[in-house]
């Protein structure tokens, strides 16, 4: 996956604690690019997104189809 650029962050803040965004915590979602203020905040982020995403799809699709 290509490192998304610091340019394109949408957000100037952390969400979990208000510090600037680093560009080091930079991920994507939805198509946006989203920043931290460190790579464990971002991983935090990723990690709900990956679990609730995945919870959603199979809402959605119970028999697993794509
Ligand atoms: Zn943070």
């Known amino acids: 996956m290509n490192r998304p650029a610091g340019k394109d ?3 100037a803040t ?3 604690s208000g510090k600037p965004v680093s560009a ?3 991920t994507r979602y939805r198509g946006h690019v989203v920043g ?3 790579p464990g905040c971002r991983d935090r982020f990723e990690a709900a997104t990956q679990l609730f995403d ?3 799809r199979a809402l959605a ?3 697993g189809r794509e």
């Open 9 to 11: 962050v949408i957000n």
């Open 14 to 16: 952390c969400p979990w």
């Open 24 to 26: 080091a915590a930079l």
């Open 36 to 38: 931290f203020c460190s």
């Open 54 to 56: 995945a919870q959603i």
């Open 61 to 63: 699709d119970p028999a």
